[in-house]
Every structure is written in C-alpha cells, then in structure tokens.
C-alpha cells in the first residue's frame, strides 16, 4: 500500500487506495474456492499453481522501479 501511496498522483489517491481495497477483496474472497481446487487438482496441483503465482508475484516486484528515483515530466 505504501507503493501505491508513492506511484499515485496526489489528487487520485484516494481512488487508487479504494481499487486496490476491492481488488484485495475479490482476492480474499476467492480463497474459499480453495477447497473446489483442491478437489479438482489434488494437492499437488494447487501447490504448483500456487508456486506459480508466487513466481509470477516475484517477478513482477522485482521489476518496479522506484518513484522517488523516476525523472518527473514537466
């Protein structure tokens, strides 16, 4: 949250902060679907696509660069 409190322009912060809220959400509440998981592809299955996730997650923070070293425009 703190990175997105950097990367959002000062006026639409407030929107940023509530998208991402809903997006956490929708995140939260998809973990009950866990247990269809685990029925449909077994343990292991959902262990991989969980290391997936992760691995995709690492990627992509690895790859953001930080706000306060970005040149500004204008």
Not at 30 to 57: H, M, N, P
Request: proline share 3%.
């Amino acid at each position: 949250m703190s990175l997105l409190l950097e990367i959002a322009p000062t006026r639409d912060r407030a929107l940023y902060v509530g998208l991402a809220n809903s997006v956490l959400g929708v995140a939260l509440l998809s973990t009950s679907v866990g247990g269809l998981l685990v029925d449909w592809l077994g343990f292991r299955g959902v262990f991989l696509l969980a290391a997936a996730c992760y691995a995709v997650g690492l990627w992509t923070a690895t790859v953001l660069r930080e706000p306060r070293r970005m040149s500004t425009v204008g």
